[in-house]
Antibody, heavy 123, light 106 residues
Framework: QVQLQESGPGLVKPSQTLSLTCTVSGGPISSGNYYWSWIRQPAGKGLEWIGRIYTGGSTNYYPSLKSRVTISVDTSKNQFSLKLTSVTAADTAVYYCAREAQYVWNSWGLDSWGQGILVTVSS | EIVLRQSPATLSLSPGERASLSCRAS??????LNWYQQKPGQAPRLLIYDASNRATGIPARFSGSGSGTDFTLTISSLEPEDFAVYYCQQRTHWLTFGGGTKVEIK
């Protein structure tokens, strides 16, 4: 049973870089056919996908955030990370890490999620 | 960008009643449409993948249908634990989510 856990600062100043890490337990992050995603949710609002990294290392980013986002993986620590630069108050949200798994050929779903971490952007 | 519009925003029902939630895409997503349930203070949980397939451990009272641009999540008989917010999500072009439907107790 895979488990995901987000960690990082809960408060970031405007214009700085938000950095979060997701630690995966229950199996090696580098094996299997998975995407590892970051998703955020402002208070009282809906879900916004930020981007993902594939087991093989390729990345996809949501177009509106692409210029500010980097997702990377550290297989030695079984972690993947999010960096979001030049943050503003609009980036305040609960940030989730999640695994996208393939159920059968070409059928994918976000089947495992971390509990989420609240990040506030404020001076 | 593919926009998903969910309706209604809020659905007020009693336990035992049938719930029908709609998700409409701005362009065809084939059957690449998933549904999630989110309770307060919790992460979302995958219910349905590829429009009509229940994820592991999801009760049979949850069913999904549709293809192309129009999709429906049906809860055949609401249990107390089903009152939550439900999101649809497409994966045809990146990943995007709908705005959610809150199913509340009437």
């Amino acid at each position: 049973q895979v488990q995901l856990q987000e960690s990082g600062p809960g408060l970031v100043k405007p214009s700085q870089t938000l950095s979060l890490t997701c630690t995966v337990s229950g199996g090696p992050i580098s094996s299997g056919n998975y995407y590892w995603s970051w998703i955020r949710q402002p208070a009282g609002k809906g879900l916004e996908w930020i981007g993902r990294i594939y087991t093989g290392g390729s990345t996809n980013y949501y177009p509106s955030l692409k210029s500010r986002v980097t997702i990377s993986v550290d297989t030695s620590k079984n972690q993947f990370s999010l960096k979001l630069t030049s943050v503003t108050a609009a980036d305040t949200a609960v940030y989730y890490c999640a695994r996208e798994a393939q159920y059968v050929w070409n059928s994918w779903g976000l089947d495992s999620w971390g509990q989420g971490i609240l990040v506030t952007v404020s001076s | 960008e593919i926009v998903l519009r969910q309706s209604p925003a809020t659905l007020s029902l009693s336990p035992g009643e049938r719930a029908s939630l709609s998700c409409r895409a701005s362009q065809s997503v084939s059957n690449y449409l998933n549904w999630y349930q989110q309770k307060p203070g919790q992460a979302p949980r995958l219910l349905i993948y590829d429009a009509s397939n229940r994820a592991t451990g999801i009760p049979a009272r949850f069913s999904g249908s549709g293809s192309g641009t129009d999709f429906t999540l049906t809860i055949s008989s609401l249990e107390p634990e089903d009152f939550a917010v439900y999101y649809c999500q497409q994966r045809t072009h990146w990943l995007t989510f709908g705005g959610g439907t809150k199913v509340e107790i009437k």
